[in-house]
């Protein structure tokens, strides 16, 4: 089974549109961690924020915020008033810990943003 | 250097070559995964070093995957006898500590293409 859905394959908007990036997980650890990538054309990707399971509060940072439902297994990721310097292709991840071999982070399948000037 | 740093940026072997992708992390990183990224798919586990202790290698497709990580640094991502599914962009990250939440720092890649 997947461990984290990206439902939204690709999602073009206009430039100063607000869009949002879905991301749902499943995992059966009480202690995980949630992130988000980009990873623009150039290849490497970019860490944006990371989120504990306990730690359920809204964060905003610019333009960026993120909507973490613990309810739901979802961690959406909103940009507001896109620029084109947002296309990429945006990765969800969850890390959960593994006795005896250490870390495993799972990522989505992606979603492609195309900010359309 | 200042970020994780893999070569050759591309490589194009042909089928049935044996292919070698060099992953040096940023200094001082105890973590290091190699994924493998197909073309319009999110990376794809494949092995995690602690130092230079392989502590899983459960994502290697198959046998003809290893990967070492000798003095617990530099690592090299080696395929033998590369087949045309093994063409992909193969990333390597590192990590400063083992602990969960810690955030990966990615390279740039390394473009493999199997003829």
């Known amino acids: 089974a997947q461990k984290v859905t990206q439902a939204q394959t690709e999602i073009s908007v206009v430039e100063k549109e607000d869009v949002t990036l879905d991301c749902v997980y499943e995992?059966?650890?009480?202690?995980?961690?949630l992130f988000w990538y980009k990873q623009p054309p150039s290849g490497e990707l970019v860490f944006l924020i990371r989120r504990n399971s306990f730690d359920e509060q809204n964060e905003i940072s610019g333009r960026y915020s993120w909507n973490f439902q613990k309810s739901t297994s979802s961690f959406n990721f909103t940009i507001t008033a896109s620029q084109v310097v947002d296309s990429a292709v945006y990765f969800c991840a969850l890390s959960e810990a593994q006795i005896g071999t250490g870390n495993q982070f799972y990522f989505g399948t992606g979603t492609s943003l195309t900010v359309i000037p | 250097g200042a970020g994780v740093s893999q070569s050759p940026r591309y490589k194009v072997a042909k089928r049935g070559q044996d292919v070698a992708l060099r992953c040096d992390p940023i200094s001082g990183h105890v973590s290091l995964f190699w994924y493998q990224q197909a073309l319009g798919q999110g990376p794809e586990f494949l092995t995690y070093f602690q130092n230079e202790a392989q502590l899983d290698k459960s994502g290697l497709p198959s046998d003809r995957f290893f990967a070492e990580r000798p003095e617990g640094s530099v690592s090299t991502l080696k395929i033998q006898r590369t087949q045309q599914e093994d063409s992909a962009v193969y990333l390597c990250?590192?990590?400063?500590?083992?602990?969960?939440?810690?955030?990966?720092?990615f390279g740039s890649g390394t473009q493999l293409s199997v003829l």
């Open positions: 995992t059966r650890d009480t202690t995980y961690y």
């Open positions: 990250a590192s990590s400063l500590t083992s602990a969960t939440n810690e955030k990966l720092f």
